[in-house]
């Protein structure tokens, strides 16, 4: 994993800070967590899933945990997991990371869209005046 952060120019280690501003999100549409994040690699007594990944943390813990408890599609708690490769039951612990382009467009962004489909729009209306 590391070698493919450090090969990779868009994604890198999340922080413990990054991955606990999961708690209490939800999913789009209220899709299971599961379809989002993969199959669970725990099950909690109450039966919710669990996700151990390693982070950008270079020592102990070395690992955090994002799950939920009663609702499928909504994290109810992050916390940290020491020694994340020997925790029971993990059929292969995973890597948190985020993405350093961030998805969503800048405000400015969308005004300068907003401003060009304008200035297309009226040289297309000039146009189309001058051919008629």
């Known amino acids: 994993m590391d070698a493919f952060v450090a090969a990779s120019p868009i994604w890198v280690w999340a922080t413990s800070d990054q991955i606990d501003a999961l ?13 989002v994040l993969g199959d669970r690699q725990y099950t909690l007594e109450a039966g919710g899933p669990r996700w151990v990944g390693y982070y950008a943390h270079p020592g102990q813990p070395d690992g955090w945990i994002v799950q939920a ?3 499928p599609d909504v994290v109810s708690g992050t916390g940290f ?5 020997s925790v029971p039951d993990i059929l292969g612990v995973g890597g948190w990371m985020v993405s350093r382009v961030d998805p969503v467009p800048e405000p400015h962004v969308m005004s300068l869209m907003a401003a060009g489909a304008f200035l297309v729009a009226s040289r297309l209306r000039r146009r189309m005046r001058g051919m008629s």
Do not use: K, W
């Not at 997991?81 to 490769?85: I, L, T, V």
């Open 81 to 85: 997991q020491n020694d994340a490769a």
């Open 23 to 35: 708690a209490g999100q939800a999913t789009e549409g209220g899709e299971d967590l599961e379809l």
């Open 69 to 71: 408890n009663n609702l």
